[in-house]
């Protein structure tokens, strides 16, 4: 089937790619690449990725597609779903004969309801998705596809069983073929990554059991399955080739360091290569394996830090001890590691006190740069039945009011002894704490004077945190 792979148009600045956990306008101009729409693009000969927020493209750019395919597989997450399905209903009403499928944690957690929400959605595939859709794609009947629901002949809701969960990665063609053949690497922003950059996986699932963390409760899963240390130098040696203008690689595996061995492993194979390249990576990998993925390229690791306060850090599992963190984060200074941490405030446990622990804690550790977000209960989620069952969510809130019209991140959680809007209100007084000192002013300002294209980068950033902030206030 003539196959289009679509991350849908949305409100501007969204950046929710098939890889990215942050259905939202970020801080400044962030795009994450489709690399979940990718992978099963990179499997279906002839098929297109068209990834309409990062292209700039609108819905009108998008209907004429509708005509030219058999199928189109959209990307869907809980914020965005609402706005898909009225993409999907514009492309079935300009190509009635078009099968659309939806794709992403959004409809593994709920296929049923999803399928429902529209009769211009044929089907979704559950699970991880990749060889469900190339078995559609190769025209094989739905019923005998692992993996999806659909409608049956007599307009009944029917689920195939099951998808086993991919265990030999290696099965997953490259990426970057797709990348090439659709993408404009150019487009792809992130504050901290060098740019143009690169972003894949090397792996799937997480062992960490953070209880608000989308992907390994819903896809992923909780077993770090990977591919071969060669499969992906393989992968690595044709980025020079096919982009030669890219700086850096970033792997978006959940924690690239979970696995020592092999991280270290695949960095003496970076290193020979060459490349520039950052990671995930949890606030605990010892100083030894930091040293051999500095030695060959790593510049930068993003950590989740979560918060300051070992209470919270415990009531949503996150694996972690403040002093091990903060000794973790001096070796990455010793050896010359950047670092972007993120944070999240609203969290169960969390309070006015908390919030201001927190941002004492960033302040100590000092990241070069930092990412703070609003406690998100996505279904699918410990956090969301949680917060079902605790009473954290208004009865009226289906889960799904993560953002507002505007696609800036809302609070979704309320406590009894902290509000929606304290919580709200703490993001712009945590980047203003942090940022606003004397000492990160005279690091980002040195930063500046030692590169004319990060003054100009920053200076841009700059204007666009500040619009950040001004979206915030209320409409």
């Known amino acids: 089937m003539r196959t289009l792979f679509l991350h849908p148009p949305s409100y ?3 950046d929710g790619g098939a890889g990215s956990r942050y259905q939202a306008k970020r801080e400044v101009r962030s795009f994450w690449y489709p690399t979940w729409l990718a992978q099963p693009a990179a499997l279906v000969p ?50 009635p004969e078009l099968r659309i499928g939806f794709v992403g944690a959004k409809v593994a957690v709920d296929p049923e309801g999803s399928l429902l929400a529209s009769p211009a959605i044929d089907f979704v595939a559950r699970e991880e998705f990749d060889f469900t859709i190339a ?40 990426v970057t073929d797709v990348y090439k053949r659709d ?15 690169v972003s894949l996986y090397t792996g799937r699932g ?66 020979k290569l060459g490349l520039t390249w950052s990671c995930n990576a949890k606030a605990n990998v010892p100083y030894d394996t930091l040293k051999v993925m500095k030695d060959n390229g790593l510049r930068l690791l993003l950590v989740g830090y979560e918060s300051g306060n070992q209470d919270i850090l415990n009531n949503i599992k996150k694996g972690i001890r403040l002093d091990i963190a903060r000794r973790f984060t001096r070796d990455c200074r010793a050896l010359g590691i950047t670092i972007h941490g993120t ?11 908390t919030i201001q622990e927190t941002i004492r804690f960033a302040r100590e550790i000092n990241p070069h740069t930092i990412q703070v977000s609003i406690a998100a209960p996505y279904p699918g989620t410990y956090l969301y039945n949680q917060a079902k069952e605790r009473g954290w969510l208004p009865e009226d809130d289906a889960g799904t009011q993560l953002v507002d019209e505007r696609g800036v991140q809302t609070a979704a959680l309320t406590y009894p002894h902290l509000t929606r809007t304290e919580i709200f209100d703490s993001v712009e007084t945590f980047y203003k704490r942090f940022y606003f000192r004397a000492g990160k002013i005279a690091e980002m300002t040195a930063e500046m004077a030692r590169s ?3 003054l100009r980068r920053r200076l841009r950033e700059g204007v666009e945190f500040f619009q950040f902030l001004r979206r915030r206030q209320p409409a």
């Not at 597609?65 to 300009?94: C, I, N, W």
């Not at 094989?140 to 195939?160: F, I, K, L, M, N």
């Not at 993408?183 to 950059?197: A, N, S, T």
């Open 343 to 353: 944070f999240i405030v609203g969290l169960p446990g969390e309070t006015r006190e």
């Open 46 to 95: 002839e098929s297109r990725l068209v990834d309409a927020p990062a292209a700039g493209l609108s819905l009108s750019d998008v209907l004429p597609m509708a005509r030219q395919y058999d199928l189109a597989v959209l990307h869907t997450s809980s914020p965005s779903f609402p706005g898909d399905v009225q993409v999907a209903e514009a492309l079935k009403k300009e190509n």
């Open 135 to 174: 078995e559609i794609a190769e025209g094989r009947p739905w019923s005998e596809v692992d993996g999806v629901t659909y409608r049956d002949a007599a307009g009944r809701v029917a689920h195939t069983p099951d998808r086993a969960i991919l265990e030999d990665m290696d099965r997953l063609p490259f």
């Open 452 to 454: 004319p294209q990060m």
């Open 12 to 14: 501007d600045g969204f």
């Open 183 to 197: 993408l404009r690497v150019e487009d792809y922003f992130i504050g901290y990554l060098k740019h143009p950059y």
């Open 206 to 271: 997480c062992r960490s059991k953070c209880t608000f963390c989308l992907w390994p409760q819903t896809v992923g899963g909780h077993r770090y399955r990977t591919r071969s240390t060669g499969h992906v130098l393989d992968e690595m040696a044709l980025i020079p080739r096919y982009f030669p203008q890219v700086q850096e690689v970033f792997f978006d595996d959940d924690t690239f360091t979970d696995d020592g061995k092999r991280a270290e492993e695949i960095a003496r194979g970076l290193g």
